[in-house]
Structures are given as C-alpha cells and as structure tokens.
Nanobody, 121 residues
Framework: QVQLVESGGGSVQAGGSLRLSCSAS????????MGWYRQVPGKQRELVAT???????TYADSVKGRFTISRDNARKMVSLQMNSLKPDDTAVYYC???????????????WGQGTQVTVSS
C-alpha cells in the first residue's frame, strides 16, 4: 500500500500564499498521476489540480493562474503552490495518487490524510 504524507497547510490572509507538499512512501509501485483535491463541510470533494508522470497538468477553473502543481518523480513528491489565496479556497486539501503495483499491474487510488487551509478576509 502507498502512504501519502501531506504538509504545508495553515492559515493565511487573503492575497497570501501557501505551499502544500505530499510525499509517497512505498516501493514496488509506479506512481502515475498525482493531484490535489479539496473539500469543505457539506460539499463533495473537488479536483484542484492534477499532474501526470510526464508533467501534463490540469486545473480547476477557479484556481487557474493562481495555483501551480509540480512533481518530483525521483522523490515521489507532488507540490501545490497557492498564490493570491481567497477565502473561498478555505478547505481541507487532500493529496491523491494513482499507483500501479509492479507485480499485479493493478492500478490503485490512494489518498492522504488531508491538511487544512484557512484563508481569512
């Protein structure tokens, strides 16, 4: 099983910046796409940004131009640089990874434990 450990959440005023990082631990898996999702109480978890192993990226319209996702394949890490933060960005942010087991070739979805981001006006 792949474990995803997130760091970097916190509180910031509107207009500020935060950087989230997520590292994947476990050998025997190939990490494919990685991404960040967020969720607020009472709402569904929504996609924020994803990045493929080849570094192709997708972003939610609400974060385009403000957030940047990047990854380090060698270190099995994905990061999310969040600039010009807004109160609407307040949520629990979850790291996500699609990983292929080398032995079975099955693909699995893994989630981090979540990190709180709070943006005050």
């Amino acid at each position: 099983q792949v474990q995803l450990v997130e760091s970097g959440g916190g509180s910031v005023q509107a207009g500020g910046s935060l950087r989230l990082s997520c590292s994947a631990s476990r050998s025997g898996f190939s990490i494919n796409a990685m991404g960040w999702y967020r969720q607020v109480p009472g709402k569904q978890r929504e996609l924020v940004a994803t990045i493929t192993r080849g570094s192709s990226t997708t972003y939610a319209d609400s974060v385009k131009g403000r957030f940047t996702i990047s990854r380090d394949n060698a270190r099995k890490m994905v990061s999310l640089q969040m600039n010009s933060l807004k109160p609407d960005d307040t949520a629990v942010y979850y790291c996500n990874a699609l990983a292929t087991d080398f032995q079975t070739l099955y693909e699995y979805v893994y989630w981090g434990q979540g990190t709180q981001v709070t943006v005050s006006s």
